[in-house]
């Protein structure tokens, strides 16, 4: 049963901001890792952004810098703020955790546990 909750996708005009947020209970939240990942329609899903216990994170290239990965250890909450959003940022974004030792972006199959996604759209 999915334990991470997502929510502040929306609608925005290009150049625009929003914030992700991911509740977890503690179980899932208390990971070596945690991150975002989003699929475009038709596309693969790929890595985002990722955070480890230590509060290290890393961040997929094609970002440019726009993201920023976060974590509030008294709310059991993992956000993403997203700047200057693009037309190419529209795609579902997912939450996601995993306790497997590393934390990077990447890896896809390591991630074992997965919220439900909210939507993000940017509009040109």
């Known amino acids: 049963q999915v334990q991470l909750f997502e929510s502040g996708g929306g609608s925005v005009q290009a150049g625009g901001s929003l914030r992700l947020s991911c509740t977890a209970s503690?179980?899932?939240?208390?990971?070596?890792?945690m991150g975002w990942f989003r699929q475009a329609p038709g596309q693969e899903r790929e890595g985002v952004a990722a955070?480890?216990?230590?509060?290290?994170?890393s961040y997929a290239p094609f970002l440019e810098a726009r993201f920023t990965i976060s974590k509030e250890n008294t709310k059991n909450t993992l956000y993403l703020q997203m700047d200057n959003l693009k037309p190419e940022d529209t795609a579902m974004y997912y939450c996601?955790?995993?306790?497997?030792?590393?934390?990077?972006?990447?890896?896809?199959?390591?991630?074992?546990?997965w919220g439900h996604g909210t939507q993000v759209t940017v509009s040109s």
């Open positions: 996601a955790s995993h306790h497997s030792q590393g934390c990077w972006y990447g890896g896809i199959n390591y991630w074992s546990y």
């Open positions: 503690s179980y899932y939240y208390n990971t070596n890792c």
């Open positions: 955070i480890g216990t230590d509060g290290t994170a």
